[in-house]
C-alpha cells in the first residue's frame, strides 16, 4: 500500500511540473512578443482588458486568433477563385466544340455543294444544273412498299389458313377431344400434388408444372409443344388454365418476371412469349379460346382489365379471351369443374397452407 501511493504521489508531481513547465513557456513567449511588437499591444499596459484568458498570455491569443481568420479568408478566396477558372474553362471548352461543330457542317455543306455541281456540269451542253424531276420515283417507291405490304398480308393469310387446314385435318379423327393445358407454377404451396386432383374422365387436360425459380419463357413454350405433340400431333390449345401467384393487376409468371399492364407493351421476351403462345391456340374452335387464370384475382382493380386488353391485342388474330372468376363465385366453380375434380380440389385447397398433415396422406 505505501509503495503504491509514493508512486501515485510520484506521478501526480511529475504531471503538475509539466503543467507548470508549459505555463511558464508559454507566459515567456508572450512576453517576447509582446516586447518585440510593441505597436500590436492596443494599450494592453494602460487600458486594463476584461477578459477570460489570463492577461499577460492576451497578446499571443489575439495573433494566433487573427492568424486563423487571415487563413480561412486566404481559403475562401482560393476556392472561389478555383470556382471561377473552372465555370471560364467549361465556358471555353463548350465554345471551341460549338466552333468545330458550326465550321464542321459549313466544311460538309461546301463540299456537297462542290459535289453537286461537279455531277451537273457536261462540257457538251449548258453548265446550268437541272433539277431532276424525282415525282416519277417517290411515286414508284410508293407503290413498290404498298405491293410489299400487300404481298405480306397475303403470304400471312396464306399460311393462316395452312395452319387451319393441317388443324382441321388432325382434328378430324374419331374420338378428338379438344386439349386443355394446365400451366403450374411451383410457387404455389403444394403445386406438387395438383396433377392427383384432376379430373379423372377427362383425358384431354394435360398438366404442365414447371419450375418457377429457374425456368425460360422458352422451356415453357417447348413443354407445351412437346406435350401437344404427345397428346395428338398437330392439335393447338382449345382453352388453357395458368395457376400461379399475382395479385390484383400482376401476374408473377416467372422470377423476376412480373406481367404488368405496362411490361408486357415493353420488355422484349414477354412480348415474344405471348406472341408464341398464341400461335399455339386453336384455328379451328368456332368460339374463342380461352384462358383461365387461378392462384390470383387479377381484376382486382383496374389494372387487371387492362393487362388482360393487352395480351388479347398482342395476340392478334387469334381470338383469345381471358378470365379470372372468383373461386367462389358461381362464374368460378364452373372454371375449377373444367379442370378439377372438385371434391378433391376443395380438399386439396383445405390442407394448402397447412403442416400439420400431409395431403399424400389424405389421398
Sequence with gaps: MGAAASRRRALRSEAMSSVAAKVRAARAFGEYLSQSHPENRNGADDVPVRTWFPKENLFSFQTATTTMQAVFRGYAERKRRKRENDSASVIQRNFRKHLRMVGSRRVKAQTFAERRERSFSRSWSDPTPMKADTSHDSRDSSDLQGSHCTLDEAFEDL???????????????????????????????????????????????????????????????????????????????????????????HLYLLKNKVATFAKVEKEED?????????????????????????????????????????LRSLMTPYRVTFESPLELSAQGKQMIETYFDFRLYRLWKSRQHSKLLDFEDVL
Design 159 to 249: 399460311d393462316w389458313e395452312t395452319e387451319k387446314g393441317l388443324e382441321a385435318v388432325a382434328c378430324n379423327t374419331e374420338g378428338f377431344l379438344p386439349p386443355k393445358v394446365m400451366l403450374i407454377s411451383s410457387k404455389v404451396p403444394k403445386a406438387e400434388y395438383i396433377p392427383t386432383i384432376i379430373r379423372r374422365d377427362d383425358p384431354s387436360i394435360i398438366p404442365i408444372l414447371y419450375d418457377h425459380e429457374h425456368a425460360t419463357f422458352e422451356d415453357i413454350l417447348e413443354e407445351i409443344e412437346k406435350k401437344l405433340n404427345i397428346y395428338h400431333k398437330g392439335a393447338k390449345i382449345w382453352k388453357m388454365l395458368i395457376f400461379c401467384q399475382g395479385g390484383p393487376g
Design 270 to 310: 414477354m412480348i415474344h412469349f405471348w406472341k408464341r403462345l398464341s400461335r399455339l391456340m386453336s384455328k379451328v374452335n368456332p368460339e374463342p379460346n380461352v384462358i383461365h387464370v387461378m392462384g390470383c384475382y387479377i381484376l382486382g382493380n383496374p389494372n387487371g382489365e387492362k393487362l388482360f386488353q393487352n
